[in-house]
Nanobody
Framework: QVQLVESGGGLVQPGGSLSLSCVAS????????MGWYRQDPGKERELVAT???????DYADSVKDRFTISRIITGNTVHLQMTSLKPEDTAVYYC??????????????WGQGTQVTVSS
């Protein structure tokens, strides 16, 4: 199995910054991509940012130019630097990895989520 452990998050004022980190461990054969999603109560989980094995990045339009995703390949770690935070960024943020656990079997794995609250 694959485990994801998230850290960071918390309470920040509008315009402030926060950083999230996530470490993947377990029976990982090869990581295809890592990323962050977020979910508000009563809403569907939405993509925030992803980074694939080749370093390609994808961002939600709402966070472009404010959030930066990066990955440390050797440590199976992904970071999300969030700046110019807005109240609408408030949500539970989930780390995700899509990974092969053998030469032919792959799956999507999720962290437990970390709360980000943007409020004055």
């Amino acid at each position: 199995q694959v485990q994801l452990v998230e850290s960071g998050g918390g309470l920040v004022q509008p315009g402030g910054s926060l950083s999230l980190s996530c470490v993947a461990s377990g029976s990982i054969f090869r990581i295809i991509a890592m990323g962050w999603y977020r979910q508000d109560p009563g809403k569907e989980r939405e993509l925030v940012a992803t980074i694939n094995a080749g370093g390609g990045r994808d961002y939600a339009d709402s966070v472009k130019d404010r959030f930066t995703i990066s990955r440390i390949i050797t440590g199976n770690t992904v970071h999300l630097q969030m700046t110019s935070l807005k109240p609408e960024d408030t949500a539970v943020y989930y780390c995700n990895t899509r990974a092969y656990v053998s030469t032919s079997e792959w799956g999507d794995y999720w962290g437990q989520g970390t709360q980000v609250t943007v409020s004055s």
